[in-house]
């Protein structure tokens, strides 16, 4: 007697539950970044922030904050606000890194159940 076990490619397995770019998972990864590190990116103007949404292709798994200053910020802010006076609260450099310590398992979660509702609707 053979036996023959067939499964599907991981291909068709990360269509499946919408884990490719811009797939349902990535949109929301993607979102959520954008979303949750708000409050984490430094302020005077606000223009850093927007950056991100403005060029982020939402579903491509890149998020993108594209000002001249961006990369400075990103690695040299000491989480000082205007004028040299502390802005208080989680704003500062590395706000990706900050940001991802503290909303990673959110951040699973919500793409865990995003990719069993797609699952469940094939």
């Known amino acids: ?38 409050p984490y990116i430094p302020k005077d103007t606000g223009t850093l922030a927007r950056s991100g949404t403005i060029h982020t292709v939402i579903g491509s798994g890149c998020v993108r904050y594209k000002t001249p200053y961006a990369k400075a910020v990103y690695y040299e802010n000491s989480g000082r606000g205007r004028n040299g006076t502390a802005s208080g609260g989680l704003r500062g450099r590395l706000w990706f890194e900050r940001m ?20 469940d609707r094939r």
Do not use: W
Not at 104 to 113: H, N, Q, S, T, Y
């Open 1 to 38: 007697m053979t036996l023959k076990f067939v499964t599907p490619s991981v291909r068709a397995l990360m269509v499946k539950h919408g884990i490719v770019q811009s797939g349902a998972v990535q949109k929301y990864v993607d979102n959520a970044v954008l979303r949750y590190s708000e």
């Open 100 to 119: 991802k310590a503290d909303k990673k398992e959110i951040i699973l979660e919500g793409a865990r159940k995003i990719a069993e509702r797609q699952c």
